[in-house]
Nanobody, 125 residues
């Protein structure tokens, strides 16, 4: 069982930056691909970014390309989402998810085995 804990959310003005972290307690976390998703009130969950276990491949949604960057540090069992140039429409709960298969993260609907509890990001205009 992989437990994921997100942190780093908060309130920021438009144009600002935040870095989200997704930490796992299990040392096997380094074998997992990880994705970030977000969900705003009244909207469907949306894929944001994903990274393979070795960091050999990363994927970003068109809506965040050039502004958000996913990365990981397997020595720290942590995946990051650096968010720059934030916009009010980025306001949402952000969730990380892990699976041994990157396909299960990237497919629609995504079906990774493990999910975190989420962290709220609010961008004011």
């Amino acid at each position: 069982q992989v437990q994921l804990v997100e942190s780093g959310g908060g309130l920021v003005q438009a144009g600002g930056s935040l870095r989200l972290s997704c930490a796992a307690s299990d040392r096997t976390f380094s074998r997992y691909s990880v994705g970030w998703f977000r969900q705003a009130p009244g909207k469907e969950r949306e894929f944001v970014a994903a990274i393979t276990w070795s960091s050999s491949s990363t994927y970003h949604a068109d809506s965040v390309k050039g502004r958000f960057t996913i990365s990981r540090d397997n020595d720290k069992n942590t995946v990051y989402l650096q968010m720059n140039s934030l916009k009010p429409e980025d306001t949402a709960g952000y969730y990380c998810a892990a699976d041994l298969s990157i396909v299960k993260i990237r497919q629609t609907p995504s079906k990774p085995d493990y999910w975190g509890q989420g962290t709220q990001v609010t961008v004011s205009s």
